[in-house]
């Protein structure tokens, strides 16, 4: 009940302008019982994202269950989480103005958004696993967070769209599920993998919040003893 007040008043008042007091009056609690369950605004946006990334993760089973067509797949997954953030459109347009600083809680990158991260990146990798699709093994641990990443791009687009239904967005879906799928299947080839990889590392160095499946080499020779190289030669 807190949660779904929150939502409709942040949604009707803006972010900014919605207090704790006012969520408890309009929810029928005291504060202190509201401070309770959420110890402040940001922890009930967070809620929010991870009742979204629980209900999607429900609703893609319909597809994951029965589709092993990698672009299909892909396509089914991200248009799934159109329909269900679907209810909240206007009310991400309300607050994507905080979760757009990089400093917020609120960013998808942070680390109070880390639970419904790793559960969107969780999805992305039973994408890749339950599929057709020949992912090399040294991919595996990469492609999942490209994956999402390319989702984030998907739901900036989505928070900006205002063609009926959001019709733009699931076009998105499907041309991005066509390209996405014909570079994994580019990947099986060796020589394009290091670019696979340096995509990757790109994002795991310049955007925080990512998982690091892949190590930092900067932190691997910062982490080096200092008399590594002097007693190999030793020897």
Request: contains cysteine; glycine residues 6%.
């Amino acid at each position: 009940m807190i949660l779904e007040t929150a939502m409709r008043l942040f949604q009707e008042r803006g972010y900014e302008k919605t207090t704790m007091r006012a969520i408890a009056q309009e929810a029928g609690v005291s504060v202190g019982n509201a401070y309770y369950y959420f110890a402040g605004k940001e922890h009930l946006i967070q809620g929010f994202y991870d009742r979204l990334a629980a209900e999607h993760r429900v609703a893609v089973r319909e597809v994951l269950d029965h589709e092993r067509d990698l672009e299909a797949r892909i396509a089914g997954v991200l248009k799934t989480w159109l329909d269900v953030a679907a209810p909240y459109h206007e009310f991400a347009v309300q607050f994507f103005k905080n979760a757009a600083d990089p400093d917020s809680p609120l960013s998808p990158f942070s680390a109070e958004s880390e639970h419904a991260r790793v559960e969107e990146i969780a999805v992305c990798r039973e994408v890749l696993a339950g599929s057709r699709a020949k992912v090399p093994e040294e991919l595996r641990e990469v492609l999942p967070e490209l994956l999402w990443l390319s989702q984030m791009g998907l739901v900036l687009y989505w928070i900006f769209d205002r063609t009926e239904d959001r019709e733009r967005s699931y076009r998105l879906a499907e041309r991005g599920a066509r390209l996405t799928s014909l570079g994994v299947s580019l990947a099986r080839f060796r020589v394009l993998r290091p670019l696979v990889r340096e995509v990757h590392e790109l994002f795991t160095d310049f955007l925080p919040g990512m998982t690091g499946a892949l190590p930092d080499p900067a932190r691997k020779s910062a982490a080096e003893p200092a008399g590594g190289s002097a007693g190999k030669s030793a020897k």
